[in-house]
């Protein structure tokens, strides 16, 4: 049953619920509004921030128990020092509908002092990410031994049209990034290309948008050698899908989204280390980012057009696998040779790219697991944005960081293109570990023509392998959230 959301503006000492969280900041006051609910209480809450049992922390949180009625169980929750957010709001709002989660209480009512349109939806989009979990695969324990899932949520605020604005993004992008990590945690024998397929289909089915399917042959009558290489390992069928959401004037240029979806990554002939490969079910969140972020977009029915891509296949090592030292040709006409068959995301996104410019594209935006290098360099807070365009690199970076999904801006300076250079092709499709993420966006932008680009490499941010704390390991929901930012923006232009 999926979690549902509502306003109400009531005073929390009325309410009867099984739980309230309420979200304060570092070292905080009682607020004003809390006094008769503490007087319910017997002081406990004002005790208890006194006593600096509670000092508001970051993930910070301090369990009181009530009565019978009313509220039955109050949580308090810490936001720490920073200035109240979006984002902050949404950590805090995460980290309240896990303790829900470990409860059981099923329902819960959120207070957040000061809360403005921008952190309500931090607080539905965090909700959200708290709750959310994958159990489709594991046997539940006898019903005796269950706790009830966290089936709705209630924002204490002003039901003003601001705010329920506010709610809908906040349940639009959740449901996206919903999307996005169900298809990112399913095993690579569940999540196939054809997943994407039936995904899409839906998609265009709710929101009236109109859907592209093409696979090998139609593919190879496109010559798009350099995506079909990839997927000569593998007896599944690769899949492109292109979803149109056609909100804007017909005549107007959309927004491209471009998403490398592979479902498992063995590194085909350049098979990688056993250890830790299971974790290569993720290499296609780029792909599962964009299916999130056209479902965001067609609940919001946003007034622009955009264009959703993404190519999706399996890289596995067999007789027909293409080798290193092979030389592809892509769509567009451009050589390349083929020196390690691990860097195969670069290989589907550049005919994705070729593929894109028949839309007439405004801007396009790919996202990718694509290197482990960008990871060695940003680790798993910021996600990796290239582009030659600064303007539009800058309007990215700032829709990522509105999200909460914040990037760092890489250099694409021609002197790297020097590692890509082949002596049979017109290029290698990798110049090795040195400036490994950067020569693979150079690559890319190879395949660019006549448009803006800006390319995010998600490889540390779209999943996580431990327990983040507001969120468990496994999918984040990155990069759904800055897809969706961008869009409203332009949207709003």
């Avoid at 089915?205 to 496109?222: F, K, N, P, S, Y």
């Avoid at 360099?377 to 909460?404: H, I, M, P, W």
């Avoid at 290029?427 to 680009?453: C, H, W, Y």
Wanted: hydrophobic share 45%.
């Amino acid at each position: 049953m999926p979690l549902s959301f509502s306003l109400r503006h009531d005073a929390p000492d009325a309410l009867d619920t099984p739980l309230l969280a309420i979200i304060l900041p570092s070292e905080p006051t009682l607020p004003e509004t809390l006094a008769a609910l503490d007087a319910q209480f017997n002081g406990a809450i004002a005790r208890t921030i006194a006593r600096r049992d509670f000092r508001g922390g970051k993930d910070e949180t301090l369990l009181l128990v009530g009565g019978e009625r009313g509220v039955q169980r109050l949580l308090l929750v810490g936001r720490g020092s920073a200035p109240l957010t979006r984002t902050t709001a949404r950590r805090a709002a995460a980290i309240a509908a896990r303790q829900a989660g470990k409860l059981g209480t099923g329902a819960m009512y959120l207070y957040l002092p000061g809360a403005d349109p921008a952190s309500i939806e931090g607080l539905v989009i965090g909700a959200a990410a708290g709750s959310w979990s994958y159990p489709d695969l594991q046997t539940q324990p006898p019903e005796k031994d269950r706790r009830a899932r966290l089936a709705s949520v209630t924002m204490l605020a002003d039901d003003t049209a601001a705010n329920r604005a506010a709610l809908e993004v906040g349940i639009a992008t959740s449901e996206g990034q919903n999307i996005a990590k169900r298809l990112g945690q399913m095993p690579g024998n569940y999540c196939t290309p054809e997943s994407f397929v039936e995904v899409g289909q839906d998609i265009a089915l709710r929101h009236g948008m109109q859907i592209t399917v093409l696979g090998r042959r139609e593919m190879a009558d496109l010559q798009m050698g350099s995506f079909l290489c990839v997927a000569q390992g593998t007896t599944q069928e690769p899949r492109l899908v292109a979803l149109e959401h056609k909100g804007g004037p017909a005549d107007q240029q959309p927004v491209v989204l471009i998403g490398k979806g592979l479902c498992f990554d063995t590194g085909g002939i350049s098979i990688k280390p056993a250890p830790e490969m299971e974790w290569m079910k993720f290499d296609m969140m780029g792909a599962a980012g964009v299916m999130g972020a056209m479902e965001a977009i067609g609940r919001l029915k946003l007034p622009i057009n955009v264009v959703g891509i993404i190519g999706s296949t399996t890289n596995m090592p067999s007789g027909e696998a293409v080798k290193p030292g092979d030389v592809v040709r892509a769509s567009n006409g451009k050589t390349i040779e083929i020196i390690n068959t691990d860097a195969e995301g670069r290989l589907v996104l550049a005919d994705l790219l070729v593929f894109a410019k028949r839309f007439n594209p405004a801007i396009a935006i790919d996202a990718a697991t694509l290197t482990g290098a960008i990871v060695i360099g940003l680790g798993g807070n910021a996600v990796g944005v290239f582009s030659t365009d600064k303007a539009a690199a800058d309007e990215v970076l700032a829709a990522g960081v509105a999200a909460g999904e914040p990037g760092w801006p890489m250099p694409m300076w021609d002197e790297y293109k020097e590692q890509i250079k082949s002596d049979v092709a017109d290029m290698k499709n990798t110049g090795g570990r040195a400036a490994g993420s950067i020569t693979a966006a150079l690559f890319l932008q190879e395949f660019v023509d006549g448009f803006p680009f800006v390319h995010l490499d998600v490889a540390g941010t779209a999943y996580s392998q431990s327990d983040l704390g507001w969120i468990p390991k496994g999918p984040t929901g990155t990069p759904v959230g800055t897809f969706v930012e961008f869009v409203r923006v332009r949207a709003q232009q």
